[in-house]
């Protein structure tokens, strides 16, 4: 593969896609202090996988709820406003960087696992430094 020249990676920039207006909005609410859950459900159900996704998230062994949990407001109440932003992102995120990107000289995949990668240690290094909030140092994108 060539290198790519600084010149010629800025003039990709116009080839990124932008953010889905849904993920922009959880986005927005989910940083807002007067906004709830059912706000952000009513965004969120608007996109069957990402609503699919949260609902996952939630019945997950992870959080061991004891019961079912069916409905995107609870699953958002139980998992947080922060794991619902780094949900709905990696979400959209995934698919652009699961493919494999030349301009990263990065195979299928790969630039996908290091972002993985790197969240789950800034997440530990925020823990072992104890910074006030580890959420934030591990989100993806």
């Known amino acids: 593969m060539a290198k790519l020249s600084l010149d010629a ?5 116009d080839e990124l896609p932008s953010l889905p207006q849904i993920v922009v909005r959880v986005m927005e609410l989910t940083e807002d202090p007067d ?4 706000d952000i459900n009513d965004v969120i159900n ?3 996988n990402i609503t699919a996704q949260v609902l996952r998230m939630a019945n997950s062994l992870y959080y061991g709820y004891t ?15 922060n794991a619902v932003r780094s949900l709905v992102l990696a979400a959209s ?17 790969e630039l996908w696992k290091h972002s993985q990668c790197a969240a789950v240690y ?16 591990g989100r993806i994108g």
């Open 9 to 13: 990676i800025i003039a990709r920039v």
């Open 35 to 38: 906004a709830t859950a059912f």
């Open 46 to 48: 608007q996109d069957q």
């Open 67 to 81: 019961r079912r949990i069916s409905t995107v407001t609870d699953a958002i109440i139980l998992i947080g406003f």
């Open 93 to 109: 995120v995934s698919k652009i960087l699961k493919r494999e990107l030349s301009g990263y000289l990065m195979g299928e995949g």
């Open 122 to 137: 800034a997440r530990l290094l925020a823990r072992k430094v104890k910074f006030k909030s580890v959420e934030p140092a």
